[in-house]
């Protein structure tokens, strides 16, 4: 899989927007851009996916830069409970389907 | 309700001793997948199957072992070989169609007595 740069960390204030970077220089025209989170002690879940087009979906939006060489996670109005380990990662549709999971970025929201 | 059901939640294991993760998933999903997690860590896979009788090496595999016999099952061996099995170990499944967006569930935390 391509390989994505994230930030090891960000703070944001409850309340306000949230928007986490990741980069992916290496990105081939047919991977897929996803991004999951971990709560502590958690399992990941699935946050929202994209391609080429921007996406929005009811937990956040994804913004993919034109030449799709970076993305930037939305969080709208960040809450208490958004406070997770947040993963980008590519996903190339021909190839087999693991995943590779970096580090992600830590998240923290203060009250 | 449809999800990854992951048992146990926590898991002892002594010197010496294989033990068995259990992964079970009523999604209809054809892919399966194990990851181990370390602290402070991002996820590692450590086996994954396409589909019902076949599997490949992730990138730790070795004193792990699998199987899938059924479509809804992936259990997970940590055998006597894996030296250091202490960490949390997170089953997925997903469709094998792109965009293959991966459902986990909720992560079995193993520790050596």
């Known amino acids: 899989d391509a390989k994505t740069t994230q930030p090891n960390s960000m703070e944001s204030n409850e309340e306000e927007p949230v928007h986490l970077p990741c980069n992916h220089s290496t990105i081939s025209g047919t991977d897929y851009i996803h991004w999951y989170r971990q709560l502590p002690s958690q399992g990941p879940e699935y946050v929202i996916h994209?391609?080429?087009s921007n996406v929005n979906n009811r937990m956040a939006s994804l913004a993919i830069a034109e030449d799709r060489k970076s993305s930037t996670l939305i969080l709208h109005r960040a809450t208490l409970r958004d406070a997770a380990v947040y993963y980008c990662i590519l996903r190339d549709p021909g190839a087999n389907s693991k995943l590779t999971f970096g580090k992600g970025i830590t998240l923290s929201v203060r009250p | 309700d449809g999800g990854i059901t992951q048992s146990p939640k926590y898991l002892f294991r002594k010197e010496g001793q294989n033990v068995t993760l259990s992964c079970e998933q009523n999604l209809n999903h054809d892919a399966m997948y194990w990851y181990r997690q370390d602290p402070g860590q991002g996820l590692r896979l450590i086996y994954y199957s396409q589909i019902v009788n076949d599997f490949q090496k992730g990138d730790i595999a070795e004193g792990y072992s699998v199987s899938r016999e059924k479509k809804e099952s992936f259990p997970l061996t940590v055998t006597s070989a894996q030296k250091n099995p202490t960490a949390f170990y997170l089953c997925?499944?997903?469709?094998?169609?792109?965009?293959?967006?991966?459902?986990f569930g909720a992560g079995t935390r193993l520790s050596v007595l």
């Open positions: 994209g391609l080429t």
């Open positions: 997925a499944s997903s469709p094998r169609v792109p965009p293959n967006i991966q459902y």
